[in-house]
């Protein structure tokens, strides 16, 4: 089992920066690829970005070269960070884990970004 919960969301203007943090509840040598997706109301959830357990990095063409995805194995903690964000990069901002064949997913944070 592995028990991620995100942090840093909030409400920014459009322009502005925030910079997301995913805690996991055990080590993370031990996980596999991790990832942030979003989902804006009334929309599917969409992969945002996501990383290996080599740090090797992808991301959707909607965020490349303002987003930053990054792992901090020592501290079990996935970073997201978001610059010159958008009014359409408003959502709920979910971390994803896997481990063993298995996927875990957080609560979610709000980030809502106003024009």
């Known amino acids: 089992q592995v028990q991620l919960v995100e942090s840093g969301g909030g409400l920014v203007q459009a322009g502005e920066s925030l910079r997301l943090s995913c805690a996991a509840s055990?080590?993370?040598?031990?996980?596999?690829?991790m990832g942030w997706y979003r989902q804006a109301s009334g929309k599917q959830r969409e992969l945002v970005a996501d990383?290996?357990?080599?740090?090797?990095?992808d991301y959707a063409d909607s965020v490349k070269g303002r987003f930053i995805i990054s792992r901090d194995n020592a501290k079990n903690v996935m970073y997201l960070q978001m610059n010159s964000l958008k009014p359409e990069d408003t959502g709920v901002y979910y971390c994803?884990?896997?481990?063993?064949?298995?996927?875990?997913w957080g609560p979610g944070t709000q980030v809502t970004v106003s024009s």
């Open positions: 994803t884990a896997v481990r063993l064949g298995n996927t875990y």
């Open positions: 055990r080590s993370m040598f031990s996980i596999g690829r």
């Open positions: 990383i290996s357990s080599s740090s090797s990095t």
